[in-house]
Nanobody, 126 residues
Framework: QVQLVESGGGLVQAGGSLRLSCAASGRSFSTLNMGWFRQAPGEEREFAAA????????YYGSSAQGRFTISRDNAKNTVSLQMNSLKPEDTAVYYC???????????????????WGQGTQVTVSS
C-alpha cells in the first residue's frame, strides 16, 4: 500500500506561481511511476503531468505544457509540480497519483494509477 499526501495548494492571482508537493510512504518510492491530475467542479479528472520511477522523460497534458514542471526526489520520497503563469482555468483540486506498473509509466489515464492522495485545492483569481 502507498500513502500519498499533497501540500502546497492555495489561492494565487492570475500570472502567479505555486509549487505542489506530494510525499509518499509505504513502499519504495523509487519503484513508483508518479502523476499529477486535477479536477474542477463538474469536470472529469484531467491529466497534468507524469514522471517515471527513474525521473527520466516527463509527460504533460496540453493545458500544462510549457507552464508546469514535474520533478521528483527519490531520496526524499517526494514528487513536485511547479506551476507558473497560472490562469483562472487552472482552478481545481490537484491530486498526486502513483503506480508500480511499468506499463503505466507516463500514462495520462487516471485508470492506470493505483494510489491517490486526498488532493489539494488550487484557486487562481482573475
Amino acid at each position: 500500500q502507498v500513502q500519498l499526501v499533497e501540500s502546497g495548494g492555495g489561492l494565487v492571482q492570475a500570472g502567479g506561481s505555486l509549487r505542489l508537493s506530494c510525499a509518499a510512504s509505504g513502499r519504495s518510492f523509487s519503484t513508483l511511476n508518479m502523476g499529477w491530475f486535477r479536477q474542477a467542479p463538474g469536470e472529469e479528472r484531467e491529466f497534468a503531468a507524469a514522471i517515471p520511477w527513474s525521473g527520466g522523460t516527463t509527460y504533460y497534458g496540453s493545458s500544462a505544457q510549457g507552464r508546469f514542471t514535474i520533478s521528483r526526489d527519490n531520496a526524499k520520497n517526494t514528487v513536485s509540480l511547479q506551476m507558473n503563469s497560472l490562469k483562472p482555468e487552472d482552478t481545481a483540486v490537484y491530486y498526486c497519483a502513483a503506480t508500480p506498473r511499468s506499463s503505466s509509466s507516463g500514462s495520462s489515464d487516471p485508470n492506470d494509477y493505483d494510489f491517490w492522495g486526498q488532493g489539494t485545492q488550487v484557486t487562481v483569481s482573475s
